[in-house]
């Protein structure tokens, strides 16, 4: 079991950046897909990136691609989203999450959660 708590939101001017952390604890993050999720308000919970567990890929969803870049550092025990060029409809809450599988863009395939963290950018 993992336990995870992300870090490094708050409120950043149109193309600005942030760098989101998520601290794991429990197990390593290499035991796991690392997923990055967001929900802004009235909307669902969606898909922005993930880092395979198996040899540490990357994917994207297409309105970040270029902007947003996921990283682990096992070491640490943390997994990073740097977000580059924000955009006021970037503004959500950010959610870390691990999937004991290689890796998902589902959330239903997603074991652990953390907390959230906000972001919120100003036009």
């Known amino acids: 079991q993992v336990q995870l708590v992300e870090s490094g939101g708050g409120l950043v001017q149109a193309g600005g950046s942030l760098r989101l952390s998520c601290a794991a604890s429990?197990?390593?993050?290499?035991?796991?897909?690392m997923g990055w999720f967001r929900q802004a308000p009235g909307k669902e919970r969606e898909f922005i990136a993930v880092?395979?567990?198996?040899?540490?890929?990357?994917y994207y969803t297409d309105s970040v691609k270029g902007r947003f870049a996921i990283s682990r550092d096992i070491a640490k025990n943390t997994v990073y989203l740097q977000m580059n060029s924000l955009k006021p409809e970037d503004t959500a809450v950010y959610y870390c999450?691990?999937?004991?599988?290689?890796?998902?863009?589902?959330?239903?395939?997603?074991?652990?959660w953390g907390q959230g963290t906000q972001v919120t950018v100003s036009s």
């Open positions: 429990g197990r390593t993050v290499s035991n796991y897909g």
């Open positions: 880092i395979t567990r198996n040899d540490g890929r990357t």
């Open positions: 999450a691990a999937d004991s599988a290689d890796w998902s863009t589902k959330e239903r395939d997603y074991d652990y």
